[in-house]
């Protein structure tokens, strides 16, 4: 089912908008200088913003502002629309679904776009077992009630989690979050019982095998927590906040092996990384590793509010009726989104499609590296690539760098956004239905402003 054809009277995104790089005023223009002001003096001002621009429309690759720039979106709103913004088949069943009902409260009268999201998670996550799968509405919503449901199926309260870590912003989540700036600084007290052990980080962990770097891991949680007492391990395959961080290979393998012989349930943070995002449906099949747990969010509904915990059917049972829920959770129109996101990825070779970015992305940024020895390193996989700036004597991060290069090309048109423990890592998550031409132009645009 596709609908491109079908025209959306108004409606300016989606597939109608011309995938350009266009600058007609400086970046923020008037129009945008306008909405800027407002926000200032009506948004609170811890909600801060990274592209200086009043969003008009959107659609595939390219944001379009108020002044009618149009910028080659290598964000894709953190990894959400890798289906590309305002994808038609997702504006499609979202108009359907809103013509038939908006909200009933799942928990209150189901209905089928919920239990049809649930089948078609329990279908592609890792794993052949038999699997259940409750729905939420954010990725710090989604990991709360991983920890609430691994909590209650052991019967143990304590949780590990890692270095570089990044699962959220609400109370217990800031607790599994690492980084002070900006995520948690004044906002304690935090939720307890919660251990940081450490990752394994190639680039910076002078090359430790992934089985020792989980040995040291390991090691840590019998001395510092003790298996008895430990209800959950829960980790980003692949860091995002944290640096796009790739372990070791066999790190990821050796923390669940140790999981499953201690009754520990193993948690795969997959809200960045999941969705045909690094190449596959889910970063954990890369590791070979089947997460008891696996939560969902961002890539999942083409842009609409949504998460999801899958896991072990024993597991995701264990708790009693009414113990999991919330109003919104599994909206009829965020169901719905999902569904056609889901069909995206599989019938328009999204995954296949990562990888072809990926090769695009390495060969791009690999010519950087050549002629720049500020690239310290570029990693990553799929459409989830970032390069890590350092200074090239010393290999000390670069933030300062990395914030002008980000600036500089927010202005010339290419949205990127920087992420990492030190703040010196610039990542690429583009749509996974942007073309190799828009993604080589925007490539080159960071290139110049390296070289600048
Ligand atoms: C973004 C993110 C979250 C939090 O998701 P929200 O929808 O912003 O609450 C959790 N874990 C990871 C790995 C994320 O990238």
């Known amino acids: 089912m596709t609908l491109i054809d079908e025209p959306r009277a108004v409606h300016a995104g989606g597939p109608t908008l011309p995938q350009e790089r266009r600058l007609v005023t400086a970046i923020p223009g008037p129009e945008s200088e306008r909405l800027l002001a407002r926000k200032a003096s009506a948004v609170a001002a811890g909600v801060g913003h990274t592209v200086p621009v009043a969003v008009v429309a959107a659609g595939g690759g390219v944001v379009v502002d108020a002044d009618g720039n149009s910028l080659i979106d290598l964000g894709s709103g953190i990894a959400v629309t890798g289906v590309g913004n305002s994808n038609p088949r997702v504006t499609a069943a979202v108009a359907a679904q809103l013509d038939a009902f908006t909200h009933t409260c799942f928990t209150i009268a189901p209905y089928e776009g919920y239990v049809a999201v649930a089948e078609a998670l329990n279908r592609l996550t890792p794993g052949d077992h038999e699997k259940r799968s409750a729905l939420f509405n954010s990725g710090a919503e989604a990991v709360e009630n991983a920890i609430k449901i691994a909590r209650h199926h052991t019967r143990r309260s304590a949780v590990v989690a890692f270095d570089h870590a990044y699962h959220g912003r609400t109370n217990l989540t800031m607790a599994l979050t690492a980084k002070n700036i900006p995520y948690k600084s004044g906002f304690g007290p ?129 708790a009693h009726v009414g113990g999991l829920g919330g109003t919104y959770g599994g909206n009829p129109l965020a169901c719905a989104a999902a569904l056609a996101t889901i069909e995206a990825y599989e019938e328009d070779g999204l995954v296949e499609r990562a990888r072809e970015i990926e090769a695009v992305l390495y060969r791009e940024l690999g010519s950087l590296q050549a002629r720049d020895a500020r690239i310290g390193d570029i990693r990553g996989r799929g459409a989830m690539v970032a390069i890590e700036l350092v200074d090239p004597e010393t290999g000390v991060p670069d933030a300062g760098l990395t914030a002008r290069v980000a600036r500089e090309s927010i202005a010339r048109g290419v949205i990127v956004l920087t992420c990492g423990t030190y703040g010196n890592v610039i990542r690429f998550l583009p749509p996974l239905t942007i073309d190799d031409d828009l993604l080589v132009e925007a490539l080159g645009v960071i290139g110049d402003v390296l070289a600048a």
């Open 190 to 318: 935090f939720a307890p019982d919660i251990y940081r052990m450490p990752l394994s980080y190639p680039f910076r962990d002078g090359g430790l095998t992934g089985a020792d770097a989980a040995a040291r891991a390991i090691s840590q949680i019998e001395k510092q927590v003790g298996a008895e007492n430990l209800a959950a391990i829960i980790i980003e395959p692949i860091q995002g906040e944290g640096g796009f961080i790739v372990p070791a290979e066999g790190f990821l393998a050796a923390l669940v092996d140790w999981a499953r012989a201690n009754d520990v349930v193993f948690i795969a943070d997959e809200v960045q990384t999941g969705f045909a995002r690094t190449g596959a449906m889910f970063a954990s099949e890369h590791e070979g590793i089947v997460p008891d747990l696996i939560v969902t969010a961002k890539g999942i509904a083409g842009g609409l509010p949504l998460s999801a915990v899958t896991g072990r059917a024993d597991i995701m049972d264990s």
